[in-house]
Structures are given as structure tokens and as C-alpha cells.
């Protein structure tokens, strides 16, 4: 076994734990599904065995938090999910999304009618092979369906027994409270990393809150990348990877971050499931915040 490999299930260890809802832990580094597909997030991926391996290897690691969507693929991420992992340890949850059709790579259309979630949560179920799904975000919130018809779709399927709490997908603060006038919100989860922090009010309001908020794309792309960057310095400081500093940013930023990072690589996986051994000061933290708060969103 690699050292990456070794100390991955360590530092998963001192993560430490976010109450779903309130009664649904998970570790604060999750695992997202979406890398597996194909280009455009389209088709199934180019090596099947590694996804399978991917994902075998996440659970294996420590992290209790899977998430995935019936639009990956489509469906293809929560077929692999399935094959991969079923049947599921007790301790890991199964998150998974509904409300988007896909037109094509890289083509989506939120889609919020009441009949068609209750089809996305039915259908899901199926192809995850489970009778409740313990985390189901509405994807996106369609504007030309009233809110509270797509919330109470969900609501129902909760009463009945098929979701066990609701979350949101890309939502600000103003849709966060009228949601919660109808549900309880248990996650939100939004793009959100050291180059994209458009978002801040939203992630301050989910602290003040008590609710779970979870950055997909949580490493962003672009100037991250930079050998001669902020980020790169305090990598080489602390001896970690930027891919660690950046998901130890987001760990540092609130007790109810999970960030969801994604990979087609095992090899990847244990990288970035390192991030929480990695220890910023106070004065990184705010290095790192400040060095991209100005910047234009990537």
C-alpha cells in the first residue's frame, strides 16, 4: 500500500462529523459522483473498472457520504453507485438529486413538475437499490413551477417513507428561507471553492442555521493550478498538495462544510482525502480568502 493510500483513512478519522438534519452523520469530506460519467457528464465513463475501483475505494478510506444524481449520465453514476457499494455499509448515506432533464453533454433543463420528482425519486430508488434515500436535493429549483409544488412532491415522498431529509441544490439565501417555509432543509449544496466564493452569504446563513452546506466543485480549476500562485506557497510550507490546501480552506471556513470532492482516479481520491490531516493557521485561511475574494467568478 502507497503512503497516500495509508493515510488517507487517518485523516478521514479527524475530519470529524456534520448531523444531517440533525440525526444523519457524515464525515466532512464526502465523495461526488459526477467525474464518473462521461465528457459533458454524458455516456458512461472510460474505464468502468477504475469508477467501480473509485468508489470501493472512497468507502474504504472512511468517507460516509456518497453523492450522486439521476442526471449524471444520465443515471449512469447511480447505477455505479449500486454496483460498486451495494449492499451499503450502515454508517455511509446515500445522497442523490432529481429535477433536471438532459437534453445532451453538457445540455440541462430543470424540470420541478410534482409528477416527474415523484418519478426521479422512484426511479432512483430502483436503480440505487434502496427503499429510502436518506438525502434527496431538489436539483435545481424550476421557476416556472410554484415552489411549494416541488417542495411538496418531496414532502410527500418524506411522509411516505422514500426520502428521509431534503435538500437544495444552487440556492441563495432568499430561496433557502421561502423553502423553509415549507420544509425542512437538512443541506444546501452549492458550487463554491477558493475561486468561486460568490456564495459567502449564503454558506454564513447555513452556519448560522445549523444546516449542512456542501461545496460541489469544491477545487475549482484555473488559476488553482498556478506553480508560482498563493496557493503553491503554502502547499510547499506545510508539504501537502494544493488540492489538499484548497479542500483544508473549505474544512477551515465553517464546522458544517462537507465538500464533495470528485475524481475518475484512485489515485486522486487519496490525495485529495488527506485534505483534513492538513492544519492551516488562522492567518492562511485569511491569506488564501483574500488572495481570490476579488476575483471575477471562474
Known sequence: MNQQASTAMPAMESAGVVLLGG???????????????????WGPPADRDEAVRVLRRAVECGVTLIDTADSYGPHIAEELVAEALYPYPPDLVISTKGGYTRQGPDQWRPLGRPEYL????????RRLRLDRIDLYHLHRIDPAVPLADQLGALAELQSEGKIGHIGLSEAGVSEIRAA???VEVAAVQNIYSLTRQRMRDTLEY?????????????LGKGELARPDGLLAAVAGE????PAQVALAWLLHLSPLVVPIPGTSRVSH????????????TAGQVAALTAAWTDHPVS
Open 118 to 125: 415523484r418519478q426521479c425519486v422512484e426511479l432512483s430508488l
Open 269 to 280: 481520491l487519496e490525495e485529495n482525502l488527506r485534505a483534513p490531516a492538513v492544519s492551516l
Open 180 to 182: 423553509r417555509q415549507l
Open 238 to 241: 506545510l508539504r501537502a498538495t
Open 23 to 41: 440525526d444523519l452523520p457524515v464525515r466532512r469530506l464526502g465523495y461526488g459522483t459526477m467525474r464518473l460519467t462521461g465528457p459533458g457528464f
Open 206 to 218: 447555513c452556519t448560522a442555521e445549523g444546516i449542512a452546506f456542501v461545496p460541489y466543485f469544491p
